[in-house]
Structure formats: C-alpha cells, structure tokens
T-cell receptor, first 112, second 121 residues
C-alpha cells in the first residue's frame, strides 16, 4: 500500500514557528491533507492542498508541497500552547472514492 | 449540525464476545467511512459507504467484522468473537466533496467522530 511517513515528535517554544514534515510514496496523489488530533478527540481537518499547487497559506498555516520529492510540510507561525496536539499528514488519489492514507502522526509539544 | 457522533465512547469486553458500535454522521453527508486507529499510529481505512451501499472493504476487515448502513443514515460496525488484537480506537467519518466547495474533483473533507475505544481483555 501507499506509505506516508512523518517524524514522531516536535518540541517548540510558544511564539516560535513549527515545521512538521511528511513524505509520501504515491505519485498519483491528488490531494494532500493535514489533520489535527487532540487527546480523546477525533481528527480535525486543518488544511489541504491540491497536487498541482506548490504552496497554500491559511492564516497561521502554510503548506508547502514538493511533488518531485513527494515532500509535504506544515508550518505553524506563532505557535501557541493550544496548538499542542498530534498532526497527521494524509493523501488521497481520488479514484472511485477517496481512500485516505494517513501517516503515523507527529506529536507537537509547545512549551510556554 | 452536531457533528459526527459515535456510541459508545468506550467499550471493554472479554475475548470471544461480540460488540457493536454505532455512528451517526452529519445528516446531509452521503459518504461514511470507518477507520481503526491503534496507539501511535494514524487511522487505517476499514470500509466505506455511499448512501446505503458498502462500496469498499479493506483486507483488514476480516469476516468477523461487518458493517451496515441500512437507510443511508447511521451505520453500525459489529465485531464477532473479539480478539485482543481488535483493541483499538474505531473512528467513523462522514464527508463532503470538496468539489462542491469550489475545489477540484477528488478531494473530500472528512469529519471525524470522537471514536469508540475498544479494549478486549
């Protein structure tokens, strides 16, 4: 199956920028997504990018996509303690239905 | 809109027992997914419904697992003869097509419930 890889942990200080990285193997991916999961909760979609885009900005979030290297990153500007959560990268190839493949998640710890 | 709700939140059962989980999706969503998530991992796809039709099942879904969505609204996931390896968080999601929001075809926005945590003793 398709592989989506992420680093397990990231620790930053409040106010700094966080960059969470993801690599994927499926070259037919059409959409790439970032989801956030807080303890005891389901996943919440943060942002997504279509595969023919290089960058997407949404308030404090910036998504960069390097399709050649199959590398996706999520930058969170001015990270707050409320951003502490697990962040999942996911991809789908949009055929008959959207079978999503998720990474293992990156646990972001924001220190005050 | 109260979001996707799942019931129960937690289930503890003995090995060999049957369990059933329920998912109520967002009312206007016709697509419904079941995922399984184990500790330290991302969600893994189990099965997918469009309206009442079950269109895809993962090979992870052994014949002890069955899912239904009888009227195209709520869905149930039943696990028969539970095994310790079935212990996981079972997540339900419903979705809206991103194309309906001006995006290109092929994208979906998944709305997840809070999950049912199953512990098999």
């Amino acid at each position: 199956g398709e592989d989506v890889e992420q680093s397990l942990f990231l620790s930053v200080r409040e106010g700094d920028s966080s960059v969470i990285n993801c690599t994927y193997t499926d070259s037919s991916s059409t959409y790439l997504y970032w989801y956030k999961q807080e303890p005891g909760a389901g996943l919440q979609l943060l942002t997504y990018i279509f595969s023919n885009m290089d960058m997407k900005q949404d308030q404090r979030l910036t998504v960069l996509l390097n399709k050649k290297d199959k590398h996706l990153s999520l930058r969170i500007a001015d990270t707050q303690t409320g951003d502490s959560a697990i962040y999942f990268c996911a991809e789908s190839n949009g055929y008959n239905f959207n079978k999503f493949y998720f990474g293992s998640g990156t646990k972001l710890n924001v220190k005050p | 809109d109260t979001g996707v709700s799942q019931d129960p939140r937690h289930k503890i059962t003995k090995r060999g027992q049957n369990v059933t989980f329920r998912c109520d999706p967002i009312s206007e969503h016709n697509r419904l997914y079941w995922y399984r998530q184990t500790l330290g991992q991302g969600p893994e796809f189990l099965t997918y419904f469009q309206n009442e039709a079950q269109l895809e099942k993962s090979r992870l879904l052994s014949d002890r697992f069955s899912a239904e969505r009888p009227k195209g609204s709520f869905s149930t996931l039943e696990i028969q003869r539970t095994e310790q390896g079935d212990s996981a968080m079972y997540l339900c999601a419903s979705s809206v097509d991103l194309a309906g929001q001006g995006a290109r075809k092929g994208g979906e926005k998944l709305f997840f419930g809070s999950g049912t945590q199953l512990s098999v003793l």
